[in-house]
């Protein structure tokens, strides 16, 4: 008994090959679902935004939904699901001068038998029984036909007078590529497919081709060294502000004109001018998704003052001189700077970035020590900076 269990349970065992098989095909099928459920969505709005640019009826006029039918193997959920949308869309859009209403009347299958036979049809379909069971002349229906042929997507939209010769009063007719991407759109917004497309493409390319950045940036300079060092300046604290442009929304390639102001009371004030050119290093257009790194260089000419700017000369200064020169009282320096660096953008909207800076004026004093030195350009300046741009 027990082996003739066993056998069986085995033959009715499922065959894992088979059983994986099945589960890949059932999520074949339900991916075609959603993009089928997402391409029919996109063709009601396309016909409720053409509704309201071009209204069939010049006042609001009641509109019985006759039918949604929908293709063969997706089933009535897809059909309610249509009937939802094609209702919440037609709301939001009042232009449209269509008004849904509720009859029972029209929609229920009804039996009639005469003295000529017995007929069996929907309200909508015989508008003599209608008159009949009381429903007002002169309604119109309205009836969603989607078809799918080939690789596109069918919609046949038609208004119909319930009237007994059944005019139709209106029709319509979309189609879109099942492997084309459905737009999603605001239902309280409708917009054509191009002015979607555009919409999308500006979000993604953000506020433009102008940006007005704000910076806060930290310069450091390097310590000198050697037997006659003198004394490097404190560190300068920047707010900057300007503005920001590109040739194309893509900003790969960006320009910005800044104006700077440094103030630590007691210690040094200064003014700043400065022009930057960036080059985005991380793809052909900046990113919504992931960081953007630039590159970028510039140019700057700062005039500072105050006692924490006596440093910016070119003879050894030292701190005893600092502490005891009666005609360091308001020392003011005039100086050019050349710096290059990188920012990471996130969004175009904050931005963190770093370079080194030298001072043409200052390369032989002995104030200044060197970051960094390439050939014969040497870098006495360190900054580090966020940028908020709006």
Known sequence: MIPWLLSLSLAFAADPAEEAQRVELERARAQVADQVHLAVF????????????????????????????????????????????LAGVMLANPETNLRLVHCPQ???????????????????????????????????ALFIDVEAEGAFLVLRARLTELSAELPIV????????????????????????????????????????????????????????GDNAGTAPPPFIWLQTGVELSPTVARRWTSSMMLGYALIPQAYQGLMAQARISRLV??????????????????????????????????????????????LDEPRATFGAVHVGAELRLGNRVGFGFFLETLPSFTSSRNFGRYATLGPIEAHSLGAEVAFCF
């Open 106 to 140: 029209c929609t229920a299958v009804v039996v009639r038998s005469s003295a000529k036979g017995t007929v069996v049809s929907r309200g909508v379909d015989d508008p003599a029984l209608l008159a009949e069971l009381g429903v007002e002349a002169g309604r119109h």
């Open 282 to 327: 991380t793809g052909q257009a900046r990113s919504l998704t992931h960081p953007d790194l630039y590159l970028f260089g510039g140019l700057s000419l700062s005039t500072v003052w105050g006692p924490g700017t006596a440093s910016f000369r070119n003879n050894t200064l030292t701190l005893d001189e600092i502490l005891t020169d009666t005609n």
């Open 170 to 225: 209106w029709s319509h007719t979309l189609s879109t590529s099942t492997a084309t991407p459905a737009l999603l759109r605001d239902p309280t917004a409708l917009k054509s497919a191009e002015e979607a497309r555009a919409e999308y493409l500006n979000v993604l390319n953000g506020q433009g081709a102008v940006v007005i950045p704000a910076r806060v940036n930290v310069r450091t300079y390097a310590l000198p060294e």
């Open 42 to 85: 996109d063709l009601i709005d396309e016909l409720v935004y053409r509704l309201s640019q071009e209204p069939v009826f010049s006042s609001p006029t009641p509109v019985v939904l006759a039918g949604v039918s929908v293709p063969v193997g997706l089933g009535t959920g897809l059909q309610a699901l249509m009937e939802n949308h």
